[in-house]
């Protein structure tokens, strides 16, 4: 079992930085993945960014490449996504989420564990 609480989200004008912290706390290993989802009405809740254990693989959707960085701290089992340039369309709920699983995943059926949620608002 593992929890995850993620603190960050906020209101931010276009063009604007935040970055986004997840704390995973309970049953961990060294075998995961962490990733970052993002939710809306129009889309649903997709896959933002990820990471594994060691830090050697990540992807990124096109949208994101260049603007989003993740990265994390193994010693505090903390996920990072540092948001730079944001865009209105970043608007969205954002999930930190904990794969079990020695490689990455795509979708949120690939993710075991899930925080509750930080709303990130990006005005125009």
């Known amino acids: 079992q593992v929890e995850l609480v993620e603190s960050g989200g906020g209101l931010v004008q276009a063009g604007g930085s935040l970055r986004l912290s997840c704390a995973a706390s309970?049953?961990?290993?060294?075998?995961?993945?962490m990733g970052w989802f993002r939710q809306t009405p129009e889309q649903g809740r997709d896959l933002v960014a990820q990471?594994?254990?060691?830090?050697?693989?990540?992807s990124y959707t096109d949208s994101e490449k260049g603007r989003f960085t993740i990265s994390r701290d193994n010693a505090k089992n903390t996920v990072y996504l540092q948001m730079n340039s944001l865009k209105p369309e970043d608007t969205a709920v954002y999930y930190c989420?904990?794969?079990?699983?020695?490689?990455?995943?795509?979708?949120?059926?690939?993710?075991?564990?899930w925080g509750q949620g930080t709303q990130v608002t990006v005005s125009s």
């Open positions: 309970g049953r961990t290993f060294s075998h995961y993945a």
């Open positions: 989420a904990v794969r079990n699983r020695p490689d990455l995943g795509y979708t949120r059926y690939d993710y075991e564990y």
């Open positions: 990471i594994t254990w060691s830090g050697d693989r990540t």
